[in-house]
């Protein structure tokens, strides 16, 4: 199984939503992230996880909290988000964090915020 | 992490060699050169990446220069399905600090 799965496809949220982004592998990876994408944009790194603990956050509003609750399962929960957060939200993997190969993106989650 | 230069926008015609430059100028040493490419509303793939020699993988060949300030991609046969978003990325190797920049557009044609 080489693939990260991300769910859901797509997610439409009002701004005083609660919402959550769910990302799975099962790679046996240990470093997972979280990228935003807006349209016509190269995406954006937002989170990295190292071993289950979070070890980059590239200043990201606390609106955006995200989770790793163990090797496998990375979520990104939503809360009071702004019609500028609609975006697309992909996940990634990698064997580790210093790995020098390839991230394994997943299809994303397309957010759209009313 | 160095920055790396690329033409905003190439075309080349089905059958044929695809060949995306990219400027590196400001590489470090012990940066390594990666390329991604991103279909439409796909998440972004894995080519291809190297340090100083040339690699060739099923996908595309990476021609790095002796002084590693430029490299190239070539994808042998072009396809309408490599119609894409290609990006460089210079990283020093640690996958944690993958840094996108604004990439490459290939469009294929008949």
């Known amino acids: 199984d080489t693939e990260v799965t991300q769910t859901p496809k797509h997610l439409v949220m009002g701004m005083t939503n609660k919402k959550s982004l769910k990302c799975e592998q099962h790679?046996?990876?240990?470093?997972m992230y979280w990228y935003k994408q807006k349209a016509k944009k190269p995406p954006e790194l937002m989170f990295v996880?190292?071993?289950?603990?979070?070890?980059i956050n590239e200043s990201v509003p606390s609106r955006f909290s995200p989770e790793c609750p163990n090797s496998s399962l990375l979520n990104l929960h939503l809360h009071a988000l702004q019609p500028e957060d609609s975006a697309l939200y992909l996940c990634?993997?990698?064997?580790?964090?210093?790995?020098?190969?390839?991230?394994?993106f997943g299809e994303g989650s397309r957010l759209t915020v009313l | 992490d160095a920055k790396t230069t690329q033409p905003t926008s190439m075309d080349c015609a089905e059958g044929r060699a695809a060949n995306l430059p990219c400027n590196h100028s400001?590489?470090?040493?012990?940066?390594?050169v990666y390329w991604y490419r991103q279909i439409h509303s796909q998440g972004p793939q894995y080519i291809i990446h190297?340090?100083?020699n040339n690699e060739t993988n099923e996908m595309a060949s990476l021609i790095i220069t002796e002084d590693r300030k430029s490299s190239t991609l070539i994808l042998p046969h072009a396809t309408l399905r490599d119609t894409a978003v290609y990006y460089c990325?210079?990283?020093?190797?640690?996958?944690?600090?993958?840094?996108f920049g604004t990439g490459t557009r290939l469009q294929v044609t008949l």
């Open positions: 990634a993997s990698s064997p580790g964090p210093s790995n020098t190969g390839e991230l394994f």
């Open positions: 790679m046996g990876h240990r470093a």
């Open positions: 996880y190292s071993y289950e603990k979070l070890s």
């Open positions: 400001t590489i470090s040493g012990n940066e390594y």
């Open positions: 190297g340090l100083k």
């Open positions: 990325i210079v990283s020093r190797g640690t996958a944690s600090k993958l840094t």
